[in-house]
């Protein structure tokens, strides 16, 4: 909302400073979001008369000028308005001066080879309008030398506030003006429309056929009209706040608009046929509006119309057909009351954004639609002539206004802040409430222009941001616990980390769609009906994704067929194995291509590594250590799901709980996706990752043995379909105390093995704690793994 100083003073009496205004709006909630003082933007511009004025020698449209500034120097500029003349006075700005409608900083400059030494300004250069059709024709009496600013008056600072959207009020400058003057930084000026004789032709009947969406709808004929140009002050401050002035009719209600926030519409008369009906728009049916554009309609919207059709969208916007122009001679103005949730609506849904929308969807007061009119009348009275007729009401203008009981003492028990009886009488007041004071509660009924009052509370607040939100005496807050509690979740903790993790692995995090294609989600495990979507954005889009993996593997086949080789993308987000809330899973998954490897990126002197399996399992380990996961216990098992290679890729589990995936992708999977030849990736589920125990258990602390370990190999042979990690599992609980470590060296398929088995080659590590192990001990040790491992696996000692 923005509006002038003296706009601003056409209603409240104050000799309070700009500062003074301003700091006293942000204290009241109506915050200051910027001053532009024009003064200052303008103190450099000197009226100058042109005292020459001859053709450029080198152009036809250029003249050379002899400017006289008013210090007795003559000055050279070179001038392409069309207006340029001898004798003519205007405004003239020196080298160095800043030109606010262009933006640039003025300096002396060669125009086609001859020499300018400053410019004679156009309305716009200065940021006063937007003509530029010719430099400004001041008339000959102005005071040559004299500051533009100091005769013109142009330099009323512009303040803009921020309005919140209860505030509805406040969407006029009369509102403003009535807030400050409660706050007591002067007096509210009274509102008195000079009297005027309706005497004139009645306007055409009002029928409405949509009372749930108007109200009330009166209109007015005004006959003999002049129409033209506003008058100067009125423009200059419509151009001020950012409003093109059009004409006098228009402005006047584009002027009410912000003056007292009662927006009105005037049609041209004699483009009206018939009498004008309130209705619900027909399904299907068009409008052109006055900014050219033409909307389709809907039941749902509310319209003016007359015989020729929609005449006026209502609350939002007139119509192009009945707009008034400079050959208007008579003209209806009309001054309504509409359904705010019906024009928040109808406006997002044709994305019309008018300044009558923004006060109409907000609520604007209700008992000022007759005195709106009669303010608009005079005002057009005024500047066009003619001769107003008697209103026309139809329905009836509602009584808005709400009755609170109000405890006097209620101010301090929500505020604590001690105002007294009478202050708080007075602060309701002047704001306009109406205040019936008893003993003990007192009645307080509301004023029209604030609906967005409807409690006790309402009351508090106004009285305390009046009398001042500072005198609020600071409390400190109760520390209810020494140590706040946690405020994420296990889950969110752990997203945050292993982005981290993943991003100190060397990968680039991506965010890639939840949707896929249906080709791509069954060949990532899904593509089930349930999960495919009703209204997809695009072909390409139809199935939530069963995978973070599909998008990645998109990702990096986009990126490489645009020359960037070499990647290691991850993700963190959300996939789905159903359409109920337990299938939807989160899930961290990364895919690299290339060389780009944990170790290393690109081609290296000391050699041309590809990723491969391994690198993917580094990826997914190090994302299960980052979030807690118990790394040293996970089993990894051959059966990944079909989309990987089926002899380089792993399964990472906890028992028959599958953490997560490991390894190349299948060949056939990125054939049918275009996508790289060799690409290794990973993907681990964060909810299947046991939360960490709330509770520690009570360990031993750790001693480290003085004593040397002793090794021992062992050579099985075993089936051919025996796991190596079943050998090594038997191994280590065959002696707990003293078998600390249990690793396979050696795989053997050959000469001295038969066909079908395997030799299978570990290492145990045994650690003594107390005393040094003799041949005996070691003998038995050696015994029981031997025998733990033939009876876990069926194994054989091989010879």
Known sequence: MKFTLSWLKDHLETDASIDTIVDQLTAIGLEVEGVEDRAAALAPFRIARVVDAKQHPNADRLRVLTVDPGDGSAVQVVCGAPNARAGLVGVFAAPGTHIPGTGVDLSIGSIRGVESRGMMLSEREMGLSEDHDGIVDLPQDAPVGTPYVEWADVGDPVIEIGVTPNRADCLGIRGIARDLAAAGLGTLKSLEVAPFAADGSPAPTVTIAADDLCPAFALR????????????????????????????????????????????????????????????????????????????????????????????????????????????????????????????????????????????????????????????????????????????????????????????????????????????????????????????????????????????????EEIVRIVGIDDVAPMPLVRVDPVAPKVLTTLQQRIAT????????????????????????????????????????????????????????????????????????????????????????????????????????????????????????????????????????????????????????????????????????????????????RLVAFELTMEKVPEPRRKATKKPNYSASQLMPVRRDFAFVVPEDIDARAITRAARSARKDLVSDVAVFDVYRGVGVPDGQKSVAVEAVLQPKDRTLTDDDIDKVSADIIAAVTKATGATLRA
Request: one cysteine or more; a negative charge.
């Open 221 to 460: 004929l005004i006959e003999g009209v002049s129409n033209g140009p506003s008058p100067d002050w009125m423009q200059r401050r419509l151009v001020s706040i950012g409003l093109r002035p059009i004409n006098a009719l228009v402005d006047v209600t584009n002027y009410l608009t912000y003056d007292v926030g009662r927006p009105l519409h005037v049609f041209d008369a004699d483009k009206v046929a018939g009498d004008l009906v309130v209705r619900r728009a027909q399904d299907g049916e068009r409008f052109e509006a006055l900014d050219t554009r033409t909307y389709t309609l809907s039941p749902e919207m509310v319209v003016i119309a007359d015989d020729n059709g929609v005449e006026s969208l209502g609350g939002i916007m007139g119509g192009e057909a009945s707009g008034s122009s400079e050959t208007t001679t008579r003209v209806l103005v009309e001054s309504a009351l509409w359904d705010p949730i019906n024009i928040a609506r109808t406006g997002r849904t044709l994305g019309i954004h008018s300044d009558a929308r923004h006060r109409f969807e907000r609520g604007v007061d209700a008992e000022f639609t007759l005195p709106g009119l009669d303010y608009a009348t005079r005002l057009i009275l005024d500047l066009c002539g003619g001769t107003a007729g008697p209103v026309q009401l139809a329905g009836a203008v509602p009584d808005t206004a709400r009755t609170i009981a109000f405890p006097a003492t209620e101010v301090a028990r929500l505020s604590g802040l001690d105002v007294d009886e009478e202050k708080q009488a007075e602060v309701l007041e002047r704001l306009g409430f109406a205040v019936t004071r008893a003993e003990g509660t007192w009645t307080v009924r509301t004023p029209s222009w604030r609906a967005d009052v409807e409690g006790k509370a309402d009351l508090v």
């Open 498 to 677: 292993v982005r981290r993790a993943l991003a100190s692995q060397g990968m680039t995090e991506a965010v890639t769609w939840s949707f896929v294609s249906h080709e791509d989600a069954l060949a990532f495990g899904g593509g089930q009906s349930s999960l495919q979507l009703a209204n997809p954005i695009a072909e390409a889009l139809s199935d939530m994704r069963p995978s973070l993996l599909a998008g990645l593997v998109r990702a990096v086949t986009r990126n490489v067929n645009r020359g960037h080789p070499d990647l290691a993308l991850f993700e963190v987000g959300q996939v789905f194995a159903g359409d109920e809330p337990a299938d939807q899973t989160t899930q961290a998954a990364g895919v690299r291509q290339g060389r780009n490897t944990p170790a290393t990126l690109g081609r290296h002197w000391d050699g041309d590594e590809t990723a491969d399996v391994f690198d993917a399992k580094s990826d997914i380990m190090a994302a299960l250590t980052a979030i807690g996961g118990p790394a040293d216990r996970a089993e990894i098992t051959r059966d990944a799901p079909p989309h990987y290679h089926p002899g380089r890729s792993g399964t990472l589990r906890l028992g028959s709980n599958i953490l997560g995936h490991f390894g190349e992708l299948h060949p056939a999977v990125l054939a049918a996706m275009d996508a790289p030849e």
